[in-house]
C-alpha cells in the first residue's frame, strides 16, 4: 500500500511541476517587453479585409486619394476572396471615373472581372452616368 501512495504522490507532484513551469514562463513571456511589442505592432497591423473596408469608407466620404491608396494597399496586401478583390478594384474605377480618368477607370473594371468572371454592378451602380457607361463597354468586350 504504501509504495502506490508514494507513486500516487510522486506523480502529482510531478503534475504540479509541468503547471508551475507554464504559470513562470507564462509570467517570463509577459516580462519580456521585445516580444510583447512585437506581439502589439502586429496586431495593430490592418489585415487586406480591413483596409479594403476602410477603403470604401473613405470613398463613401468623398476622399478619393486616401481611398485610391488604401485599396491599392488592401489588393497589394493580397485579398484573399476574388469577391474581395473584384470589389476594391470596382471601387478603385468609380474613384477614376469620378476624377475623369476613364482609361484607368475602364482598366479597374477589366481587373474586377479578371479577378471574378461573375462580377458585376448593382442595378443602381450600373446605371449611374459617369461609370455606367464604362462598365457596360468592358464587360461587352467579354
Known amino acids: 500500500m504504501r509504495p502506490s501512495f508514494i507513486l500516487l504522490l510522486l506523480l502529482t507532484l510531478l503534475a504540479g511541476c509541468e503547471t508551475v513551469q507554464k504559470g513562470v514562463d507564462h509570467i517570463t513571456d509577459s516580462l519580456d ?7 502589439a505592432q502586429e496586431s495593430a497591423l490592418p489585415t487586406a479585409e480591413a483596409r479594403l473596408k476602410s477603403g470604401i469608407a473613405q470613398y463613401e466620404e468623398g476622399n478619393y486619394a ?12 493580397g ?3 476574388r469577391t ?9 474605377a468609380f474613384i477614376y471615373c469620378v476624377t475623369d480618368r476613364i482609361a484607368q ?17 448593382t442595378a443602381a451602380e450600373a ?9 457596360r463597354s468592358v464587360s461587352n468586350r467579354r
Do not use: I, M
Open 66 to 77: 486616401l481611398a485610391q491608396r488604401t485599396l491599392q494597399g488592401s489588393l497589394a496586401e
Open 79 to 81: 485579398l484573399v476572396s
Open 84 to 92: 474581395d478583390q473584384a470589389r476594391a478594384y470596382k471601387y478603385l
Open 127 to 135: 446605371g449611374h452616368p459617369t461609370w455606367g457607361p464604362v462598365f
Open 105 to 121: 477607370c475602364r482598366q479597374e473594371f477589366s481587373n474586377a472581372l479578371s479577378a471574378d468572371p461573375k462580377f458585376t454592378l
Open 33 to 39: 517587453f521585445e516580444k510583447a511589442r512585437a506581439k
